[in-house]
């Protein structure tokens, strides 16, 4: 069976590609290559895959792919072309699809709103609008504990409401959901959106907080703590989530709703200091702290009623944080050579 994973440079789509090749599948992996982080990052996570940089670099515009084996083609296309795309399918037996690709970032949607309705929203429907037209037997799509938004009932639950975002990031997210309801009730296109809860591990954006948390203590810079410390959040390490993703794309889909929603998540919420205090503890060091406000988007809590994804998959993610926090700085300091 071969999967297109959309965002296969991305944090989660590289772990996942590699899970999925090495459960036998056959993997297409799709991917911009934007500068929103660093680029090197995408092209070494790519190159872990067996794609070399010179053949990364290639816009694919006639959706001739680098292959690694016969189990891994890369392309780079960006997800809206509404040319290219369908062409892709067209020419690629595609039985299932992971989309991971998205313009991430709460603050970033502050500042640059068009990326995230280019992405997030027209992508997303020049993808629906191909697994309807290629008959593809089951999308898989993330979406984020950030459509809880304002939602003060504590754990998540997708039974809740999510009627209040409070970023475009969200807002695009929740929009998926609605779009992936419509097309899996207009034309029995089977639909799972996954709900991420705080996702952190080896080969992480650089955006992310424990890479800036590290980065700056490594380096004797203050690391900014937002809301005075204050924050409590589901920490999902990242092979917790794609062995998620993969069981759910696993099993068949004949005997279920045509549309679902799951959190994936750790059904745990950590104090931020704590998750500091686990850095420092690996790392070896104190950190210098900058005690900051909320800020903009963001919420003071998240934790994930996972009991559905345990009902019907018979998983719960457990990785405790600190054996995911021991991974992350374990490969930082691998990968930028320090000690």
Not at 74 to 98: G, H, W, Y
Not at 146 to 159: D, N, Q
Not at 251 to 274: C, F, H, M, Q
Request: net charge negative.
């Amino acid at each position: 069976m071969k999967i297109l994973v959309t965002g296969a440079a991305g944090f989660i789509g590289y772990h996942l590609c590699e899970a999925l090749l090495k459960r036998g599948f056959e993997v297409l992996g799709l991917d911009n290559l934007n500068d929103y982080y660093s680029v090197d990052l995408k092209f070494d996570r790519l190159k872990q895959l067996g794609i070399s940089r010179k053949d990364a670099e290639i816009f694919n515009e006639a959706c001739s792919g680098s292959k690694h084996t016969d189990k891994f083609t890369f392309v780079r296309m960006n997800l809206e072309d509404r040319k290219a795309l369908p062409r892709l399918f067209e020419q690629s037996t595609i039985a299932v699809v992971c989309n991971l690709a998205a313009q991430a970032g709460v603050r970033y949607s502050l500042e640059n709103p068009e990326t995230y309705i280019d992405s997030n929203i027209v992508g997303f429907l020049n993808l629906l609008e191909c697994c309807r037209n290629f008959k593809i037997k089951h999308l898989v799509y993330a979406s984020s504990s950030s459509v809880y938004g304002l939602t003060e009932k504590i754990p998540f639950s997708t039974e809740d409401n999510v009627d209040h975002p409070i970023s475009l990031y969200a807002a695009s997210k929740k929009s998926n959901e609605l779009m992936a309801h419509t097309y899996s009730h207009l034309f029995d296109l089977p639909t799972t959106g996954l709900r991420f809860f705080t996702v952190y591990g080896p080969w992480g954006r650089p955006d992310m907080a424990i890479f800036l948390f590290t980065d700056a203590i490594m380096n004797d810079r203050p690391i900014q703590v937002f809301n005075h410390g204050k924050m409590e959040r589901d920490f999902t390490f990242v092979d917790d989530i794609v062995e998620g993703v993969a069981r759910i794309i696993e099993k068949p889909v004949t005997d279920r709703k045509p549309y679902e929603i799951y959190n994936i998540g750790n059904n745990n919420a950590v104090k931020l200091s704590e998750f500091i205090e686990a850095i420092e503890h690996h790392i070896g060091k104190k950190a210098e702290k900058e005690m900051l406000p909320m800020q903009p988007g963001d919420v003071a809590r998240t934790w994930a009623n996972v009991d559905s994804l345990i009902a019907d998959y018979d998983y719960r993610p457990n990785t405790s944080v600190n054996d995911g926090v021991r991974a992350f700085v374990a490969w930082y300091q691998q990968y930028y050579k320090r000690n």
